[in-house]
């Protein structure tokens, strides 16, 4: 594979990030995580000793580049909703937690389910 090992790497330590970040965040976070840990355990380790053809690492490549997209939006969603994971009870949470749109949960479940079946379709073909 001309792109390399790192981009695996890259991408499985960004799972990794983002699963620690939801794994102990209120339930509609934390449902995400059992997804993102499907993901990494797909991404971790699959490609070391696998030799693709060209056409085959362009799709891998923007299979994990859609990976990574999602992955990033669901960082930037837990951030901006960080204060969910402060005292229970305060303000701060209350607020936030009427703030919480549900569709941003389905669009980012939605997309992280199907990069996760797009990888795991590549993977088994």
Known sequence: MSFGIGDFLAV?????????????????????SNEIKSLHIIIDGQFQDKTLNPNEEMQLQE????????????DKLRIKYMSLGSAPGSSAQAIDRIKWIQEDIVELRARLTSNTTLLNTFITR
């Not at 499985?12 to 995400?32: H, I, M, Q, T, W």
């Not at 299979?63 to 939006?73: A, P, Y």
């Open 12 to 32: 499985s330590n960004l799972v990794l990030k983002v699963y620690n970040e939801y794994k102990d965040a209120p339930e509609n976070f934390r449902n995400l």
């Open 63 to 74: 299979i994990l580049q859609g990976c990574t997209n999602v992955l990033e939006d669901l």
